[in-house]
């Protein structure tokens, strides 16, 4: 302003050159280039649409808030139906009280309907007293059974086997409201240098059932947040469709994030380099129902800092107990 002020008291090439400094003032000291103006829109209308994708998977009529039980298999057999004194128990009213069976014999489970039980496998019917074998989620996509709405699947987590039960009109999906999340900042959007090993490493991921699994660590990304030099090791779930899996902790767990770690995806490294966009750091399955059987973060995935991104402990109604 003080420059502009001093202009009408000027003649000729004296105005001409306030003009040019008043411009060149301008330039500047005025708003930021289009370009980064464009791509700050782009990066918030990127993660938006990120964002609501997310929270309609989780809404979605298999996602993980549908979940309502989960109940582990002993040898021999196993009867299921809404009794609740049953091995597994389904929902009160939304099943016959007895069903069927579930019949394992060392890592193979065998389902048989009761008559009138109206139990599909699949989407196709089942003939009442012969047994079928089912395939559990470690050999791919599980057989699907169902009763009416209701759906449950075999698991097998070690050498235990376990059935999982979900119901899309369960208390949980019907009163979520969304997910809190720290608002997402192209400062978290970081690149990071990939540095393989000399062959996939097997490491063991800890689990909330107090097991550990073994997983393919490809190498350590390495990368540097406030001058700090940090590093997370990432994990390949599907060797068929790779990606970066990295499970981690940092000082914002158990604050506002929830306690046992968060989850984060990336592209497998291009060039050496590995894009790790914390912004879509998400809660495990383990913070919205009790019934599921999440990982932990290896000891090498503990950051010493607080990384102020993605999202906060969801604390809606039906949240488990942590």
Known sequence: MSRR?????????????????????????????????????DFQRDWQAWHRERIERLKAE??????????????????FGSEPSLAVPLPSGRAPLRAGTLTVDGRTVRVTADAGSGLTINGGPIQPGVSRELKTDADGAPDILMIGTLAFHVIRRGDRLGVRVKDPE????????????FPAATRWRITAAFVPYPKPKEIEI?????????MQAPGVVKFRVDGQELSLEPVIEDPLDPSLFF???DRTSGRETYGSGRFLDADMPKDGKVVLDFNRATNPPCAFTPYATCPLPPKSNSLPIRIEAG??????????EH
Not at 8 to 22: E, K
């Open 5 to 41: 002020e001093s202009g009408p008291s000027r003649r000729g090439a004296t105005l001409g050159l306030v003009l040019a400094v008043l411009l060149a003032t301008a330039m500047a000291l005025g708003a930021p280039p289009a370009a980064p103006r464009a791509e700050a829109k």
């Open 62 to 79: 298999s996602g993980w808030l549908t979940l309502v039980g989960l109940h582990w298999l002993s040898p021999g057999e196993n009867r």
């Open 170 to 181: 369960s208390q949980v999906r019907r009163d979520f409201t969304g997910i809190d999340t």
């Open 206 to 214: 800890p689990t909330v059932l107090g097991t550990v699994e073994k």
């Open 247 to 249: 499970i981690f902790r």
């Open 311 to 320: 999202e906060k402990a969801w604390h809606g109604k039906g949240a488990p």
